[in-house]
């Protein structure tokens, strides 16, 4: 098609050309001709992305309202890789220090408070500068650490879920949709970490999901060790256009 | 002796009179200027010869002298008489503030003066466009004419005039038809505003000559054709940056294209280049342009007030304030080009042809980091011929294709996928004749064809629809004498989908003296429903579905008009009152079945637009010249809900000041666009605690009036170069809210007060002419 268009168009330079012995006319259509040329150029020129990427997407649209997956940022080890439950069931994470930090959707869980019986916790660094910070001692000695809660964060409920619960509670399919136009879809108290949900703001419908490029540090569930955490982007660059992301793409690495 | 006597008269009657015009207040000559002359004061049997390089004119001048017709675009008309024996004579043409002259080709079929319309016709000069330093066409419309509102939104633009959205406002270039995306909006961005030669707007059905989709109004813009022998005209503007969001963008940063391309310069170049030669006419027009991305804020949370006039289970008005802050609304940046060749060939009266060719290619960058951006990619090529057979009739034959692609292209990866595509092709032929006398006809038929490529069809699969038209029109414009003039047309519409439809038209125009005009309208419309409206199936992620309906009817409209015109020349004024009264009128409403919400196209019950209109400008006195427009619609409420988000009341207003000498011409002029306040209903769901019951519900969504006003200073050296600087949004008015949920598209989308600089370079007058 557009070999079809260059052809035509040069066509139309041409015709009026034969009719014409003028040095400026053929300077215009190259000039012309140059202006397109450039028009459909685009620079593909950074840096190749180095981080990390979720094993799969997380979260209500695997049908599993509290689909989270677990990491044990000490040992590397992965739980629920692969789907929902497979490892960890939800509120088998509550008496085990085998993880460190969770992921459901852009919602994220340390071992602390009421999420698990561990001593883990999150701290915010402010806006960027990753890089910068390479070790513990550069940690504020003052610092708040905070510890998960169930009574801040909300997860959006599986439709499954949703219908189970109106069929439970008697109500009318049709009168409570799972998703309001206005209102976005249904959601559900959870226990997480209030601070890490601030790690990407979720705003529409249409969904729009912006990081806030914060780096945080995560506490260990044993109390002793100290990751950074930075998340970029809510999709995974490797994927095909109109993937509608989960698999968030993300920087963590240990303080020394 | 006798024969030396016969020899003398025929060398008294060969006498040729020498025409030299030039612009009043600069005395430039004025190039390309149209002299017609004939030897009766009723200009029958009219000839014509065109001003040269030096603006000067020869023809042969008949014994009794002759009557002379001399016009330019953007310049008054002069008439008046030769006498008898005159060798020499110069002319000065003032420039047209007013527009009363100009002239039109739109809503009939000859081209005549605004005045002489059988239908109102609102028409912007290209000139004065570009002169006011607008950066493109969208914010040109905006600011000139009222009720009419682009709006950038996620999927492209959306548009409103009066009440009316892109499917019942048909936008041509050159009187040819386009396709844009889905919902009937175009990439306005695709109409280079320094080609344009002038903006016809006719409101009110003109569905008898242009088909369907004109049911609301017809705009129509007039590319450039040189009439000079060489025009070459080359500009560059630079405007002030709307947001920069990226101080620093670096290779490591994941988003590093992303942030290139969101902190674009505002800036275009462009280049027009027109060759006349002989029988032969070339125009080329380029232009290219980027815009940066911004973000529109609101302070406080939503509000929303459920009103108990839209809910009857309301005992009163209730407002609920969001807990959650509004994110920042972004509105994206774009990279554009487009390119227009025309070739004309005109060897004689008799015979015309001409072909286009038009490109347009843009990066669209919105601020959603998605890491995808969206191309749009558009060819469109038209193939006209034109044969005049004696005086009897002339045909026309023309062939118009519009191709457009759309894609959306990864940020991080060199690859994209096509979105989907359109394609619309036409073919018409015209027969017009003036050979019964005051009687101007015009029969014709189109064919049509519409096919569009998307996943949206079939789901995630890429599949075609296609709708095909085959459309009969007819017209005849009867002058019944000087003061009174008739024009009835039909359009008949073949659909293999609907079968026939008939849209008549008549219109009346009386004019007891030169100053007053009155005119009345009465139109039936048919609108056929869209590809999109009828065969859409999209399922978002579960979420809600948009559905189309095969079953849909057309929309029915019936519009009637009366309106008012008074000119001389210094002042014009028109005034317009019309009805609009739509049945089955095709819209998407919000249902809930299949346990989701499902956003349907629907015939609903009627719906009636009703208003006026008054368009004004006066030219005060030679150096000031004030113009203004007003514009109320007053659209039906559905069981006691605004649904319309369009604004009652909208108007513009301008002053301008000229002032020209000698090679030194400076024009200052502020401008104002008012749009009233919105208040209207949502469609939405409440959860009354106390009842444990959901319902539905409509909150009232209430923006406040606004004025954007831009000021610019522009002077031209030497006839050669113009330099132009101004300010966009003067008093820096920014939206305070933004709305609530899906209403956030009815606020301007401004970053607040912006300056800019424009330099426009006649490139030709740099090449020294050969005097003859």
Redesign the interface.
Known sequence: MEKEIKASLNLCAFASLRWRNNNNFLKLTAFVLLLLALGACVKYDADPFDGEILPRVSGYSTGVTNDWIYFNLRTGDVYNKTKPNEDITEGEQLDTLIWDLAFCGHHMRTNSGTSGSGKGGALDLGNGNYEAWTTVSQLPDDAEWVVDTDSDVYVTYSQADWYHYLVENNMDMDLYPWFDPNKGPRQKITTANKLLEEAIAVSGPPMAYTPSYHTYVVRTADGERYFKLQIVNWYNTYLDIDDTGGEMSYYVDELE | MLCLLVLLMATASAQKVQLKILEKGTNEPLVGVTVGYATGKSMRNIEYTITDANGKAAFVLPDKGAYYRISMVGYVTLTGKIAAGTTKLTLRMKEDMVGIDEVVVSGSTTPRSVKMNPVTTQVISGKALSESGYGDLQQALQQETAGLNIQKV?FGSEMNMQGLDARHVLFLMDGERMTGDMAGNLDYERFNLHAIDHVEIIKGGSSALYGAQASGAVVNLVTKKTNQP?S?KAGARYGAMNERNYRNPK???????YEKNIDRPNMSVW?S?G?K??A?T?Q?D?C?SQTDAFYLYQKENDKKTYTAEANSFLDKDTTIVSKLAR?PMGIEGTE??T?S?K?YFEPSDNFKMQ?N?N?F?M?TYDT?????FTQSED?N?TAKAAYKVKDWFKIAVTLHAD?Y?RY???E??????TVYKSRINQQKLIVTSQYFKNHDLILGVERYGDELTSDRFVNRKMTSRELKEVEYFAQDEWSISDKWMLSAGIRTDFSKQFGFMWMPKISAKYSPNKNWSFRTSLTKGYRSPTIKELFFNWDH????MIVGNEDLEPEKNNYVSVGAEYSTDRFFINATVYDNYFTDKIEGV?K??D???N?EYTNLGHQNLAGGEVIARWQMFDFLALNATYSYVNISKVDGRQLSTTSPHAATAGIQYNYKRRKYALRTGFTASYMGRKLYD?Q??L?IASEG??RKAYFRCDLPAYALCNITVAQTFWDKLRLTLGVNNVFNYKPKTLG???TAFSVPATAGARGYVQLEYKIDKL?PWKKK
């Open positions: 996620n060489l070459i290779k490591k940063d994941f988003l590093y294209m280049l280049a060759l030669k002989g032969f070339s080329s380029v290219y994110s554009h080009i390119a060749q070739v072909v060719g490109y290619f990066n959603r980091q998605d890491l995808v060819f090529g191709y692609n959306k292209r990864h991080r990866r060199d690859f994209r996928k992620l579960g979420m809600f919000w809930i079945y346990m989701q919400y956003f949502v939405d769901r959860t019951a959901s609530s949920g899906l090449i």
